[in-house]
């Protein structure tokens, strides 16, 4: 079974785990294959960042293109929103942090 459409259409990491859980709750999909799909949405890296303020889905999906053209790769994205921080935007990625 091919799964990469409904890979592609996952953006932030919480999107991932909610479909981890669907996962259990579908019968129509064999444990195998259910297992299988959650091997690959675990396998994808994460990319966190951190925002002074909230951005909408559609905000979100622009992000996740844009690392996955800049970073040759699909992956998915965490976001922490923090008030009362300067207007400042902190990205981690596989050990690396900056700050924009």
């Keep these: 079974m091919d799964y990469s459409a409904k890979i592609d259409k996952l953006v932030t990491f919480d999107e991932a ?3 981890i859980d669907e ?3 579908d019968v129509t999909v064999s444990q195998t294959n259910r ?3 959650r091997q690959i949405i675990k396998s994808l890296p ?7 303020f909230r951005v909408g889905h ?8 844009w690392l996955k053209n800049n970073l040759g790769k699909k992956v998915l994205v965490s976001v922490d929103h923090e008030k009362n921080r300067d207007m400042k935007v902190e990205v981690f990625y596989k050990g690396k942090w900056g700050e924009y």
């Design 23 to 25: 996962l259990e709750d």
């Design 35 to 37: 297992d299988k799909l």
């Design 58 to 65: 559609r905000t979100l999906e622009r992000i996740g293109l």
């Design 17 to 19: 785990c909610e479909q």
């Design 46 to 52: 994460v990319v966190n960042i951190r925002l002074p």
